[in-house]
């Protein structure tokens, strides 16, 4: 009997453990994933510059992708 609690409340302190974890390391996750899409928005606006001018339509395009994928990295801290 005393081996079944000890084995219960080992599971539960091991399940509740796992449940924090997860719950702070999934913010970092977004932070992670927030910071590639700014870093490959800006790649892409380089390229478009590069290619077709810095006033360009296409370069334009770039520019407001770039600040949308800003704004909603911000909008979820």
């Given at each position: 009997m005393l081996?079944?609690?000890?084995?219960?409340?080992?599971?539960?302190?091991?399940?509740?453990?796992?449940?924090?974890?997860?719950?702070?390391?999934?913010?970092?996750?977004?932070?992670?994933?927030?910071?590639?899409?700014?870093?490959?928005?800006?790649?892409?606006?380089?390229?478009?510059?590069?290619?077709?001018?810095?006033?360009?339509?296409?370069?334009?395009?770039?520019?407001?992708?770039?600040?949308?994928?800003?704004?909603?990295?911000?909008?979820?801290?």
């Open positions: 081996r079944s609690r000890f084995l219960k409340t080992g599971s539960l302190a091991l399940v509740l453990t796992f449940f924090v974890l997860i719950g702070q390391t999934t913010p970092a996750l977004a932070f992670d994933n927030c910071r590639q899409r700014i870093e490959k928005a800006e790649r892409q606006l380089h390229e478009a510059e590069r290619r077709h001018g810095e006033h360009s339509r296409q370069a334009q395009e770039r520019r407001r992708h770039l600040e949308e994928v800003r704004e909603r990295c911000h909008d979820r801290r």
